[in-house]
């Protein structure tokens, strides 16, 4: 793989192209969520998900790092899938995290990774459904909607 400007264009393109299924997976995700945690969770929007592919794609040191592994993820494939199941479980952690953002959200964008991960089965590769359970994770996971995120936390010291 080698990444140029171009080539970290190209991933962002297809990342922000595929806001429909994501939407779709974030939001299934988060209604989960919200009944698992008892918590009221807010819908995300294509317009909510497009505008947050783009501020992560606009920091050029995550950005480069985000296109590689969603290039690698994009390709990934493995004959009979579980034999390298780790590989793809990896990657898509990773850009989860990356995509969340800063602790504590980017330990919760790699734990809703694994969750979102048995939910998607719909790629013609491996590497597929970790890509989109990694988008669905780290975009819902940095995105507005929860609560517990809108409020100072009563933690700080003045």
Do not use: C, K
Request: aromatic share 8%; net charge negative.
């Amino acid at each position: 793989m080698h990444l140029t400007a171009a080539a970290v264009t190209e991933q962002y393109e297809w990342v922000r192209d595929r806001d429909e299924r994501i939407v779709a997976v974030i939001n299934r995700v988060r209604n989960d969520l919200s009944d698992a945690f008892e918590t009221s969770v807010d819908s995300v929007t294509t317009d909510q998900y497009r505008q947050a592919v783009r501020d992560v794609f606009e920091n050029g040191d995550v950005a480069v790092n985000a296109a590689a592994l969603v290039g690698l993820l994009r390709q990934l494939d493995v004959d009979g899938d579980y034999p390298g199941f780790i590989v793809d479980e990896v990657l898509g952690r990773e850009l989860a995290g990356l995509i969340a953002g800063q602790q504590p959200l980017r330990l919760l964008g790699e734990a809703t990774f694994h969750y979102a991960d048995i939910t998607v089965h719909e790629g013609e590769r491996a590497g597929i459904d970790d890509l989109d359970a990694a988008l669905a994770a780290g975009f819902q996971t940095r995105l507005p909607g929860w609560d517990w995120t809108e409020t100072e936390s009563p933690f700080g010291v003045e």
